[in-house]
């Protein structure tokens, strides 16, 4: 094997392991509940903590599971929402964006 290739080669796992390759692989952030865009629509990780005298038009089964703008599994854990755009949110969750799916 030349000197070259034989160079290339073992490099690769620090190549594959440097930092700035690593943040290609991070799973997307949570959106939490103290984030302003968060505050905003009143978001809460679980719709059983929905203040219903502040919203009004809330009611149960209404979660993240079974909105419109979800995507993922409907089993406690995180899914996509198309409001937080790449972000996550629990399946359990809700905010007054809410939009039941069809
Ligand atoms: S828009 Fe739907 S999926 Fe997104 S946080 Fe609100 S209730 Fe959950």
């Given at each position: 094997?030349?000197?070259?290739?034989?160079?290339?080669?073992?490099r690769?796992?620090?190549?594959?392991?440097a930092?700035?390759?690593?943040?290609?692989?991070?799973?997307?952030?949570?959106?939490?509940?103290t984030?302003?865009?968060?505050?905003?629509?009143?978001?809460?990780?679980?719709?059983k903590?929905?203040?219903?005298?502040?919203?009004?038009?809330?009611?149960?089964?209404?979660?993240?599971?079974?909105?419109?703008?979800?995507?993922?599994?409907?089993?406690?854990?995180p899914?996509?929402?198309?409001?937080?755009?790449?972000?996550?949110?629990?399946?359990?969750?809700?905010?007054?964006?809410?939009?039941?799916?069809?």
């Amino acid at each position: 094997m030349n000197s070259l290739r034989r160079r290339w080669i073992l490099r690769i796992p620090a190549l594959l392991t440097a930092p700035h390759l690593s943040s290609l692989y991070a799973a997307p952030a949570a959106v939490l509940e103290t984030d302003p865009d968060a505050r905003a629509v009143g978001y809460v990780t679980d719709a059983k903590r929905v203040d219903p005298a502040r919203y009004p038009l809330y009611s149960a089964p209404q979660q993240c599971a079974n909105c419109q703008l979800f995507s993922g599994a409907a089993d406690g854990g995180p899914g996509l929402c198309t409001l937080f755009k790449g972000r996550t949110v629990t399946s359990n969750g809700w905010c007054k964006a809410y939009q039941a799916a069809i």
